[in-house]
Nanobody, 125 residues
């Protein structure tokens, strides 16, 4: 089970750190990803990190504002979000790759087998 936390209502320019805790299963051998879904839009990839933490991939719209990291000892993944914009308003989901030790971080939702319930991030202008 993946549990996200850290969302909330903030103003444009503020920062948030989302946390994804894996409860009941270890995720140290799989890549992890953050996705988001805004109202009336499809779920989209935000950032992903390899199982060892040595490789990361981010969507173009991130523009260096969002940073993914992980602590395998704590079975936890983070998404640090800075300089938030109203366009970042969405439900943010944490997901675990369905295949262990994958060499390349995947950006498609289909590669991720386990999902959290999501945490709402709302950015006001």
């Amino acid at each position: 089970q993946l549990v996200e936390s850290g969302g909330g209502l903030v103003q444009a320019g503020d920062s948030l750190r989302l946390t994804c805790a894996a409860d009941g299963r270890t995720v140290s051998s799989v890549a992890m990803g953050w996705f988001r879904q805004a109202p009336r839009k499809e779920r989209e990839f935000v950032a992903g990190i390899g199982w060892s933490g040595s490789s990361t991939v981010s969507a173009d719209f991130v523009k260096g504002r969002l940073t993914i990291s992980r602590d395998n000892a704590k079975n936890t993944v983070y998404l640090q979000m800075n300089s938030l914009e109203p366009e970042d308003t969405a439900v943010y989901y944490c997901a675990a790759d369905g295949r262990a030790f994958r060499a390349v971080v995947q950006t498609s939702t289909q590669a991720y087998a386990y999902w959290g319930q999501g945490t709402q991030v709302t950015v006001s202008s």
